[in-house]
T-cell receptor, first 114, second 115 residues
Framework: AQSVTQPDIHITVSEGASLELRCNYS??????LFWYVQSPGQGLQLLLK??????LVQGIKGFEAEFKRSQSSFNLRKPSVHWSDAAEYFC????????????FGSGTKLNVKP | NAGVTQTPKFQVLKTGQSMTLQCAQD?????MSWYRQDPGMGLRLIHY???????DQGEVPNGYNVSRSTTEDFPLRLLSAAPSQTSVYFC??????????????FGQGTRLTVV
């Protein structure tokens, strides 16, 4: 069965500190992996995606993520967090050749301390 | 481009009432889908469509109907609203034109409260 696990419900980091949000997935086929960000009251915005090739992918707003097949993980990182990064982050997995069904994790809420 | 447009943004219904959440996209995407977002549960797929005239059920389809008569529109109907359907609803569209362009584009959401 397909599933995505984000083990951290809430994370608080200080502004300027580094960030890593964890994501583990279970998927029977070749996974396509995504990270989305949702600001309060807003829709979801794509940060980055992984299909194949280089396992370290760069996204918008200075985020990056690393795909580790052996660990079934796709963790999101940022070297230095800004107060504007406070939001909820969702990891998602989609199927190869099925661009319509995405499975989302439960989300991680990021709080940034000044 | 407007992208994915959802209406209304907010809605309060009484138990037993019916209503339709509207979703329209102007990107000529083949695929459209509806998700509901509940605290601590992420987004769960309700129904999806791979093209006009074709729809299928997702993870949590009970109590909802969809149809897809055009490429642009994918309305979600609540047949008889229940308090358990209080949620934030997101419509998304995506395309298979170019694998590397695949992603889901989301609307701004409809916050529905059933009392």
């Amino acid at each position: 069965a397909q599933s995505v696990t984000q083990p951290d419900i809430h994370i608080t980091v200080s502004e300027g500190a580094s960030l890593e949000l964890r994501c583990n997935y279970s998927y029977g086929a070749t996974p396509y992996l995504f990270w989305y960000v949702q600001s309060p009251g807003q829709g979801l915005q794509l940060l980055l995606k992984y299909f194949s090739g280089d396992t370290l992918v760069q996204g918008i707003k200075g985020f990056e993520a690393e795909f580790k097949r052996s660990q079934s993980s796709f963790n999101l990182r940022k070297p230095s967090v800004h107060w504007s990064d406070a939001a909820e982050y969702f990891c998602a997995v989609g199927a190869a050749y099925n661009f319509n069904k995405f499975y989302f994790g439960s989300g991680t809420k990021l709080n940034v301390k000044p | 481009n407007a992208g994915v447009t959802q209406t209304p943004k907010f809605q309060v219904l009484k138990t037993g009432q019916s209503m339709t959440l509207q979703c329209a996209q102007d990107m000529n995407h083949e695929y459209m889908s509806w998700y509901r977002q509940d605290p601590g549960m992420g987004l769960r797929l309700i129904h999806y469509s791979v093209g006009a005239g074709i729809t299928d059920q997702g993870e949590v389809p009970n109590g909802y109907n969809v149809s897809r008569s055009t490429t642009e529109d994918f309305p979600l109907r609540l047949l008889s609203a229940a308090p358990s359907q209080t949620s934030v609803y997101f419509c998304a569209s995506s395309s298979r034109q170019g694998l590397m362009n695949t992603e889901a584009f989301f609307g701004q959401g409809t916050r529905l409260t059933v009392v």
